[in-house]
């Protein structure tokens, strides 16, 4: 099993959906994750720490099911500008490593 | 902005040529991480630095070496290029306090 597995997608959703992604994780002493959005030939950027059950800002809400181990990233209100490969990532248990999911890809309709 | 750079942003170069990717940043970070991204395995570790001449392997590091003579450089050097290295590498650093890591706009690297 992958220590991060995040569903490819794509999802395809037309502007003003709400969509969610899923992610598992195996190392279930990982305390924090994170999302980052990675845009096309761009590099990956930060967009939410998640340290305790969720986080949210904005459209965006990050929820955290230790029991199950998984990571969920709720978009609310889709833009465009959302449309990107959003990475799913967790710490290598006592270290400063991350591990990558190999990202969910999003695609917004007009 | 995390105030990373890295270059050169493109090569190309031949299989068997020796190549030298360098990442610099301004803010005197301790940690510093190179990754490389392919389409179906994601970023994956090569190496990663947690201080000047303190390195160490990740994941991937078989046929890539790196240096940290100064805080501020990272270099990732390819002895002996293979088609296999053609990929697009991405410098990270993270601060001191947490686990984020923030990127670099990437070098995208051609092995013919």
């Known amino acids: 099993r992958k220590e991060v597995e995040q569903d490819p997608g794509p999802f395809n959703v037309p502007e003003g959906a709400t969509v969610a992604f899923n992610c598992t994780y195996s190392?279930?002493?990982?305390?924090?994750f994170f999302w980052y959005r990675q845009d096309c030939r761009k590099e990956p950027k930060l967009l939410m720490s998640?340290?305790?059950s969720g986080n949210e800002d904005g459209r965006f809400t990050a929820q955290l099911n230790r029991a199950s181990q998984y990571i969920s990233l709720l978009i609310r209100d889709s833009k465009l500008s959302d449309s990107a490969t959003y990475l799913c990532v967790a710490p290598l248990a006592s270290s400063y490593k991350l591990i990558f999911g190999s990202g969910t890809r999003l695609l917004v309709r007009p | 902005d995390a105030g990373i750079t890295q270059s050169p942003r493109h090569k190309v170069t031949e299989t068997g040529t020796p190549v030298t990717l360098r990442c610099h940043q301004t803010?005197?970070?301790?940690?510093m991480y190179w990754y490389r991204q392919d389409p179906g395995h994601g970023l994956r570790l090569i190496h990663y630095?947690?201080?000047?001449?303190?390195?160490d392997k990740g994941e991937v590091s078989d046929g890539y070496s790196v240096s940290r003579s100064k805080t501020e450089d990272f270099l990732l050097t390819l002895e002996s290029a293979t088609s296999s290295q053609t990929s697009v590498y991405f410098c990270a650093i993270k601060r001191e306090a947490g686990y984020e890591q923030y990127f670099g706009p990437g070098t995208r690297l051609t092995v013919t």
């Open positions: 803010e005197n970070h301790r940690y």
């Open positions: 630095s947690y201080g000047v001449k303190d390195t």
């Open positions: 190392n279930s002493a990982s305390q924090s």
């Open positions: 998640v340290y305790s």
